[in-house]
């Protein structure tokens, strides 16, 4: 059946809807601000003002070269215009639905970073011992102190699991890995983004922005959103599809 786009207005809707939450949790809804102690070592490390994986970086390396790869290997393998639209809307389907649950769960964890104290800079007398609030905290950027209580799950982590992890799973099925004769070339280029991904994951922890646990649950989140929207593109995405494009 001839897919246009027109018969795919809703999900695109769905999409760009998914942006706009994304959007209004991340800069109109403060997160909870969760009860700290000075004394807890885990939010002692030092703010890294130079990440080492920037938005923009992100945006590219999860979204954009997917996005090119996914251009180049349906111009190669002759695929109609319609597997085209129909894998870019799977890739923004997944990264869109990605951001804006890990924006919700953020806002409704507000676990603090491990960055948070430099963040925060405590008014000299607070005690070390007990828990405390961000009254105690004298910075006056309200957007930074903010973002110090968004650290579960990581939102780098699950960025990029969606997106790369989407294009293993995409990969694996036009180039038909589990269905024709296997190759090495094949299993290497399917692999290689998920190990992408999880590099992406790591600088997190070194720049200090995450524990461990929400890189972990942000790449397993991302992941599992990336299998659900290939499953949901089955035909097309985990079973190649086919030449005329029969989806």
């Known amino acids: 059946m001839r897919l246009t786009l027109n018969s795919h207005?809703?999900?695109w809707v769905t999409v760009i809807g998914a942006l706009t939450l994304f959007l209004v949790l991340e800069h109109a809804i403060d997160p909870f601000h969760r009860l700290f102690s000075l004394a807890d070592l885990s939010i002692q490390f030092p703010h890294?003002?130079?990440?080492?994986?920037?938005?923009?970086?992100?945006f590219l390396i999860s979204y954009g070269i997917p996005a090119i790869i996914i251009c180049v290997v349906c111009t190669v393998l002759k695929r109609r215009t319609n597997t085209l639209h129909l894998s870019l809307l799977a890739l923004s389907a997944s990264t869109a639905l990605t951001v804006f649950a890990t924006a919700l769960i953020k806002n409704g964890?507000?676990?603090?970073?491990?960055d948070l104290l430099d963040r925060c800079q405590p008014a000299t007398g607070?005690?070390?011992?007990?828990?405390?609030?961000i009254s105690v905290c004298t910075t006056?950027?309200?957007?930074?102190?903010?973002?110090?209580?968004?650290s579960f799950p990581s939102g780098h982590?699950?960025?990029?699991?969606?997106g790369l992890g989407f294009l293993a799973f995409w990969l694996a099925g036009q180039l038909m890995l589990f269905k024709a004769p296997p190759r090495s070339w094949k299993s290497f280029c399917c692999f290689t983004p998920i190990v992408g991904a999880a590099m992406i994951a790591v600088t997190r922890t070194e720049d200090y922005r995450h524990h461990w646990q929400d890189v972990?649950?942000?790449g397993v989140m991302g992941f599992t959103i990336a299998y659900f929207v290939s499953r949901a593109h089955g035909e097309l995405v985990l079973y190649g599809g086919s030449r005329t494009d029969s989806v």
């Open 9 to 11: 207005v809703f999900e």
């Open 140 to 150: 006056k950027d309200a957007h930074f102190l903010n973002e110090g209580f968004r």
């Open 109 to 114: 964890v507000g676990r603090p970073r491990p």
């Open 157 to 162: 982590s699950s960025y990029a699991f969606a």
């Open 126 to 133: 607070t005690p070390l011992q007990g828990l405390v609030d």
């Open 48 to 58: 890294a003002k130079h990440e080492q994986i920037p938005v923009w970086m992100l």
């Open 216 to 218: 972990t649950v942000g």
